[in-house]
């Protein structure tokens, strides 16, 4: 725990800083505060290295032949779907697909499991805080299969309403689709608790971690998820990365999502079989580049260390939530509690937050603004859209600092 408490505190944003190219960039004359790292995050020199040496040195493609430049590309691909295993606590390498972002492992739980497995009159529970990934994937199914969608509230502060999932949840339910962390508010959600009581109804849990696993230390075991959904580009991989941890047993039994090379075992005129895990949900030539350039990424993040990360945006959170709270034309959304990832939204009262964003984009600020693809949440919390800051490994107190004088700005131009 000491030893804990040591790493945690060697967190330095300004050494971070240097790691990662962008940061070297002005916008509009001003130096870079990027804040808007739910959507992607920026690339330390590692990764953008990684992809670059497999170009100039690596580059083949994977399985297919037996030259060395494959063997040496289909082992760093490999190797790479062992580093993200090993991050994430799963038993076996072979329990994580590669895709090209959350919304595809979504999908492909949504038609590799769901379309063969759900039934007229079966029930899938989602929450109203998902993102529209793990909405509209399950409407699709809902249209197509004549199964319910059932959906679990929040409370005012925009956590899960907990006392409403024994009445939601029964024998017909058969897949529970919850997100980790929200990215519109931030609300860590009780995932083993959730867990627990999907598991004594038999459904199969999924979990939407594309705003947790960045941010958190996690293992599947502990979490008990069948699925797990993330994105490699918000975690400091490239963009076109993403991932799918599947249990062993269930990605067995379900059906490939793409059909074609690479995913196949045998085929003749007839029929095929499909290859061995996790290759059976890998059809035609992957992301090879990008994949092993993930790899790169979480041996950044271990480097740094999960609980350093939390930490130190947990620190960042409460120290924004605290700067804005003193100004009675800010409205901030969620909780004020500590369950929450750095994700903060707020708007200013009488400002669109188009022209608030516009605003911070002059003074180099990066921020979202919009319904942050979560448009039955905003509803539910009475608003169209908001101005979105987010936070992560290198974001500093005095960006922070800047945000809020920049709204000062803001407030006193509108
Ligand atoms: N789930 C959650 C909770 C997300 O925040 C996002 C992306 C996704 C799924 C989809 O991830 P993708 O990699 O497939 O795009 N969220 C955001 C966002 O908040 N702003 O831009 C993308």
């Known amino acids: 725990m ?18 990662f190219p962008i940061f070297s960039r002005k916008i509009r004359g001003k130096p870079l505060i990027y804040f808007d790292n739910a959507a992607t995050t920026q690339k330390p020199r590692s990764v953008i290295e990684a992809e670059k040496r497999f170009y100039e040195e690596t580059n083949a493609n994977v399985h297919r032949a037996v030259h060395t430049l494959s063997y040496e590309s289909t082992v760093l691909y490999e190797d790479s779907h062992k580093k993200v295993a090993d991050f994430i606590g799963a038993k076996s390498w072979r329990e994580i697909i590669f895709t090209r972002n959350a ?109 947790s696993i960045p941010h958190l230390p996690i293992n599947v075991i502990e979490l008990g998820c069948d699925f797990l959904a993330a994105s490699g580009h918000k975690m400091l991989g490239p963009t076109g990365t993403g991932f799918l941890y599947g249990r062993y047993g269930l990605l067995k039994e379900m059906e490939p999502f793409l059909y074609g090379g690479d995913m196949i075992e045998t085929v003749t005129l007839e029929k095929a079989t499909w290859n061995e895990l996790p290759w059976k949900y890998e059809a035609g030539t992957p992301n090879i580049a990008g994949g092993i350039a993930l790899g790169a990424a979480i041996d950044y993040l271990k480097m740094v260390g999960l609980e350093s990360i939390s930490e130190h945006e947990n620190e960042l959170l409460s120290y924004a939530i605290d700067r804005m709270s003193d100004f009675p034309w800010i409205e901030l959304y969620g909780s004020r509690g500590s369950d929450r990832v750095g994700v903060i939204s707020f708007n200013i009262k009488g400002v669109h937050p188009h022209d608030v964003a516009g605003v911070l984009d002059e003074e180099g600020i990066a921020v979202r603004s919009g319904h942050h693809c979560a448009q039955p949440l905003m509803r539910r919390l009475g608003i169209e859209n908001a101005v979105r800051a987010s936070f992560y490994l290198y974001n500093t107190r005095e960006e922070v600092d800047k945000l809020v004088e920049v709204l000062r700005e803001v407030r006193r131009l509108f």
Not at 3 to 19: F, H, M, Q
Not at 145 to 164: A, F, N, S
Not at 171 to 195: D, F, R, W
């Open 103 to 211: 919304t595809e492992s979504i999908n492909l739980v949504a038609y590799g499991w769901g379309l063969h497995n759900l039934q007229k009159g079966d029930e899938v529970l989602i929450t109203i805080m998902e993102h529209h990934s793990n909405i509209v994937p399950w409407q699709m199914l809902r249209d197509r299969k004549g199964i319910t969608l059932k959906i679990l509230d929040v409370d005012h502060e925009g956590r899960l309403r907990l006392d409403e999932f024994p009445k939601l949840i029964s024998e017909k339910t058969k897949l529970v689709g919850v997100v980790h962390a929200s990215n519109v508010i931030g609300t860590i959600n009780p995932i083993s608790e959730l867990v627990r009581e999907a598991k004594k109804v038999g459904a199969v849990v999924l979990v939407d971690a594309a705003q």
């Open 2 to 19: 000491e030893k804990l408490k040591a790493d945690i505190e060697s967190l330095d944003p300004y050494r971070i800083r240097k790691d």
